[in-house]
């Protein structure tokens, strides 16, 4: 039988990446965000290169009753997911904590901490009931090390880290895999969220250097997601060549 990834934040960047991959794998994909457009879209190409099943679920991980409507209303066939890539995230604005915007912050511990708890206590009781499965949580650099005008998104990741760290200890007990992956500088729709919007400055991020795609991380993803059965891989910091660490950069 096909093996299940659910796979959130599967409209744009790493999350649709992972979707690529896994299915390229055979395994049957949950793709969520909240764009239902992307998610048919997406649905219908993956359709048409490999031969998988696939749901959809359009919902605001923020919402905590829309997460457990539709995820519980899946047919229960698809609750025996194997791997959960819990990817769904944002950050908003880049100011000095006295200029942010409290809507931001709000936006990124609900979205990146909360909805990402919301989803995973759902799917790690699955899991649970399966007796297997493997957690795949998307932390990042800005989660290791603090950078200028970070703040609350450095913050976010951060508590995804220990999140990271503490569900594997309590997941242990049923054989329940964990990792985090923690990327630097990936060009996706992330810049672009970030800056509200304003693709001028997002694409500036990446002036100058080469960025790590969502395919680089996806296929480390996968990396982890396909070690034998023994091997966990507890995390990886993934940068471009030209990042050092979350603050050093090399541009040409
Ligand atoms: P994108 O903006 O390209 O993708 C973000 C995804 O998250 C989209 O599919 C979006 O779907 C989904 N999402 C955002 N908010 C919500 C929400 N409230 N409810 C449901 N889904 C939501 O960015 P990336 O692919 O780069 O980001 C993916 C993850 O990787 C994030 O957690 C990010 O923090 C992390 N990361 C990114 C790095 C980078 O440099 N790009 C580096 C390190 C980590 P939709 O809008 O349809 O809801
Ligand atoms: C995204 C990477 O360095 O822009 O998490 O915060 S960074």
Redesign the pocket.
Known sequence: MSKIALI?????????ACAHTFAREGYNLIL????QN?LDELAKTLNELYNIGIATCA????DKEAVTANLENLPAGWRKVDVLVN?????QGLEPIQNGLISDWETMID??VK?FLYVTKIVSNWMIANGSGHIIN?????GKEIYANGNVYCAT?AAVDFLNKGMRIDLLPYGIKVTAI?????????SE?RFHGDKERAKKVYDGLTPLV?ADVAETIWFAASRPAHVNINEIIMVPTAQANATTFFRK
Do not use: C, M, Y
């Open positions: 959130t934040g599967a409209t744009s960047g790493i999350g649709e969520t965000g909240r764009r992307r919902f605001d991980v923020q990817n769904a995230g944002l950050s979205t990146n909805g998307l932390g990042s650099i800005a990741k923690h990327p630097g500088a990936v060009e996706t729709e992330f969220v969502a």
